[in-house]
């Protein structure tokens, strides 16, 4: 991963530890762990970095392409994207679909991918301590049925009559735990199961094959993108939102993150995005919340807002 011989990177980690006059690393033959020592040294070392990143980014000639992680075509992540071009026009942001924040969260810490979007808060510890968030938007959720279940005639769907279902929210799937881990907390109490591991179907058709051949509904949110033989219908009773934060790698400076984040806080503020409806659901203790802490979006300087929003 860091593009360097195993050699010559244990040769650094032992000089290192000569001038610290301290053990770093416990190295087993199946493993290797941090000492307390080692611990100590963790956050000095991530500032240290996060430096670099800025000194690097500080002297280029010109800002590099941004990669933007939407998780899935046809999302309102899309919306942000569009909104950022026409902030910063002359800025290269490249979409990319990586599927699921943890796997994205991975490929930004290790440099392959800039920012993505998703459930912050359901991130792993050591994931979230490498990046920074902004919060985007209470996203309320759905449900994706066969068009000829039972219950795909209603406009919406109560949480109480899916009780006894199981619905598929990503079990198995290693890019996208957080989503699991929601599903796994909505559904706790109501009599509704999680569907066990399905094969991940990428495209319109391989969607309609597997749900023609598994059946289980899929939880899903309420922007998803029509599916083939399938209706989308917001669940209610009470409404469970998906909280949706901006993500990035700490120490990122890039004129095009900066477009981001003010495209996010302006369409949010115009469609009440940041405004948590009544009789709604979120995970206790939520990390990533309003609140919490977070960056706020930066200022918006008079160049950046001179353009009106489409439609």
């Known amino acids: 991963r860091l593009y360097v011989a195993q050699q010559a990177l244990s040769r650094d980690v032992r000089r290192l530890e000569r001038e610290l006059g301290a053990e770093l690393f416990v190295r087993t ?65 490249m979409a990319r679909y990586e599927s699921g924040l943890t796997g ?24 979230r301590a490498g990046l920074d968030a902004q919060f985007v938007r209470y996203e309320p959720m759905a449900v994706i049925l066969p068009d000829d279940h039972p219950l795909a005639a209603l406009p919406e769907v109560p949480l109480a009559s899916l009780a006894g279902e199981r619905i598929y929210a990503g079990a198995g799937n290693e890019r996208t735990p957080e989503w699991t881990d929601l599903a796994v907390r909505l559904f706790a109490g109501r009599g509704i199961e999680l569907s066990p591991p399905a094969p991940l179907a990428v495209g319109k058709e391989e969607f309609r094959r597997i749900m023609a051949k598994h059946r289980h509904p899929v939880l899903a949110v309420v922007e998803f993108p029509p599916m083939p033989g399938c209706v989308l219908r917001p669940l209610v009773d009470p409404v469970p ?51 919490t802490g977070l960056p706020r979006p930066p200022h918006t300087a008079a160049p950046l807002t001179a353009t009106p929003p489409p439609g």
């Open 104 to 127: 994205a969260a991975r490929a930004v810490l290790a440099g392959r991918l800039d920012v993505s979007f998703g459930r912050y808060g359901g991130l792993a510890a050591d994931l």
């Open 29 to 93: 033959t199946r493993q290797v762990s941090l000492t307390p020592d080692g611990e100590r040294l963790l956050p000095y070392a991530r500032r240290v970095l996060a430096a670099h990143d800025e000194l690097r980014e500080a002297f280029r000639a010109a800002p590099r392409p941004l990669l933007v992680d939407l998780n899935s075509p046809d999302l309102a992540h899309e919306r942000v994207l569009r909104r950022a071009r026409e902030l910063a026009p002359d800025l290269e942001l």
């Open 241 to 291: 939102l998906s909280p949706v934060s901006l993500v990035w790698r700490k120490g990122l400076r890039h004129p095009g993150l900066d477009a981001l984040r003010t495209a996010a806080a302006e369409i949010g503020a115009r469609e009440g995005w940041l405004v948590r409806p009544p009789d709604s659901w979120l995970p206790e203790g939520e990390p990533g919340l309003p609140g």
